[in-house]
């Protein structure tokens, strides 16, 4: 099983960033897929998730800025993040579950400047 997330990198308070979550080696259908973020010094947080059925939560640090979606035929998730405050950065990992069976991609890094 591979999660390769990609997409992340150096922007502008203000800015954009498209993340990507490309699965392999899963039925990535089944799965809900999760974006969490790490900033130093932190612990791991959750941003967002949508289950197999398209649901989505946020959270309220996030809520109006960032949308999470999936592309099942390309086994894929994504993370648009608009309105990027320096606050956001951090590695940011996606994830997914379908009980009992759970993987974390690697992370990318994000940092917004002030």
């Known amino acids: 099983v591979q999660l390769q997330a990609s997409g992340g990198g150096l922007v502008q308070a203000g800015g954009s960033l498209r993340l990507s979550c490309v699965a392999s080696g899963i039925s990535f259908r089944l799965y809900a897929v999760a974006w969490y973020r790490q900033a130093q010094g932190k612990q791991r947080e959750l941003v967002a998730r949508i289950t197999d059925g398209g649901s989505t939560n946020y959270a309220d640090s996030v809520k109006g800025r960032f949308t999470i979606s999936r592309d099942n035929d390309k086994n894929a998730g994504y993370l648009q993040m608009n309105s990027l405050r320096p606050e956001d950065t951090a590695v940011y990992y996606c994830?997914?579950?379908?009980?009992?069976?759970?993987?974390w991609g690697q992370g990318t890094q994000v940092t917004v400047s002030s």
């Open positions: 994830y997914v579950v379908w009980a009992p069976f759970n993987y």
